[in-house]
């Protein structure tokens, strides 16, 4: 059922004698505010997209059916689990301080919030994502498509339409992360026993901090993380934390970043705050030689044909991205083909000089995510020239095309019939949409 309704206000003006935000639209009891349309809009135009109001219209489009998604997953009982919302809000919530040198304060001072509303606000952003991305699994999960449905769907397309894709390889990787071994961490940690002397005897922390710490974010919060919640932090930095007492210095507390020795500066509830020095053991040339072997007895296996180079990157590649895939690196489509201008730099230049079809040498890189010493060695697959795209060529990718068209299709029947069974409304400002009379 739908309805255009009167301007609603999120928050009484009688009550607070100003307007908080206003309501632009509600399914059921899901509401869409201004400042949602306004974010999502605004963004897209910074970003250089056209700022016409058939755009803006769209926007509130998208917004609405993911309303409709929510309102219907409560009705069809789709859930997604707490655990798994707040594990999510977490690493969000971790990348975005690393985003503003971990500093909690200068995120709070961007946004005028305090850590846990911002928090709060993102962890109900990432359940409506969720539950969306459920819903539209549930709704499409049947769908599929057969070599006739991909023929037609690139027969359809004008020759003169057709994309030119740039140069592409395949390329896959094992990864072995350096083993650190106990004489090297035995140096770490007797190194932060010293600077923890240092403290206890008077010096500064902040200062020692800025001096030793290998944390990025030091520049600019000289160690201090600010006042964070539960599961904002790794496990074991968060229980030594609430281990201490105001003042109080850990001995060295081993992460996946390193070894910290942290002092807790004030506790409130479950939030606190605390200051940290890390330092991160580096393997000696003699864990990176172990590396080395280790890889270099699978390329062995894998050139006598003992086992396949996707077989050994899914048994022992420490990558947690690639080696679901065999070790290939793949597109956001998922395919394992990539454009040479979106390989990465180091791996482009590692392949330059080889033949398709080779495995390198054992390679020591640094990785990106966790940023440990570690080698690796690199599949060369393939390289397919610059063309216009093809089946013969470009199977996966028209095949992807032709599904998400026919699941967006389905999506738009399904739509049309969830409509039906909610309550909507919207402001009469954006009648001109018409997005109630498609």
């Known amino acids: 059922m739908f309805t255009i309704s009167a301007p609603l206000v999120a928050q009484d003006e009688e009550e607070t004698g100003f307007v908080v935000d206003k309501i632009i639209a509600k399914v059921d009891n ?42 219907k997953a409560e009705i069809d009982s789709i859930v997604v689990a707490d655990s798994e919302v707040d594990a999510n809000t977490g690493r969000r919530m971790q990348m975005i301080l690393a985003q503003y040198g971990g500093s909690p304060t200068d995120l709070e001072n961007k946004f005028g919030k305090t850590l846990e509303q911002i928090q709060l606000e993102l962890r109900d952003q990432i359940r409506e994502q969720m539950v969306v991305n459920e819903m539209q699994r549930h709704i499409t999960k049947d769908i599929t498509v057969t070599p006739n449905e991909v ?3 690139f027969n359809r397309i004008p020759k003169d339409s057709l994309p030119y894709f740039s140069a592409e390889v395949e390329v896959a990787q ?131 044909e003992e086992i396949t180079f996707q077989k050994a990157a899914k048994e ?77 060529d470009d199977w996966q990718r028209i095949q992807n095309a032709t599904l998400n068209q026919k699941q967006n299709r389905a999506l738009e029947k399904w739509f049309d019939k969830a409509r039906q069974d909610v309550f909507i409304s919207i402001d009469p400002a954006y009648s001109y949409c018409g997005i109630l009379d498609e």
């Not at 999502?40 to 926007?59: D, H």
């Not at 998208?62 to 309303?67: D, T």
């Open 316 to 392: 022992y590649s420490d990558d947690v991205e690639t080696k679901g895939n065999g070790g290939f690196f793949i597109d956001e489509e998922g395919a394992t083909r990539i454009a040479v201008d979106e390989l990465d730099p180091v791996v482009f230049f590692a392949i330059d000089s080889m033949e398709a079809g080779k495995i390198s040498k054992p390679l020591v890189y640094r990785t990106d995510n966790t940023l440990k010493e570690a080698v690796r060695i690199l599949y060369y697959k393939s390289r397919t020239p610059p063309h216009l795209a093809s089946l013969k």
């Open 174 to 304: 094992i990864v072995k992360i350096a083993s650190v071994s106990e004489s090297q961490k035995d140096i770490t940690r007797r190194e932060l026993i010293g600077i923890r002397d240092r403290i206890l005897a008077g010096e500064n922390f902040n200062e020692l901090a800025k001096k030793y710490s290998a944390d990025p974010s030091v520049t600019t919060n000289s160690g201090e993380m600010g006042f964070v919640g539960r599961g904002m932090m790794v496990p074991e930095y968060e229980a030594a934390a609430f281990k201490l007492k105001p003042g109080e210095i850990s001995m060295p507390v081993e992460t996946s970043f390193g070894f910290h020795i942290l002092q807790l500066i004030e506790r409130r509830g479950n939030e606190y705050n605390t200051r940290h020095i890390l330092m991160s053991p580096t393997p000696s040339e003699e864990d990176l030689e172990a590396a080395k072997h280790y890889l270099d007895s699978i390329r062995t296996l894998i050139e006598n």
């Open 30 to 71: 899901y509401i869409v505010l201004k400042s949602e349309l306004d974010k999502a809009f605004l963004e897209y135009v910074s970003n250089g997209g056209n700022s016409s109001p058939e755009v803006r219209c769209q926007f509130l489009a998208m917004l609405l059916r993911n309303k409709l998604m929510m309102a």
């Open 151 to 153: 023929r037609r769907f």
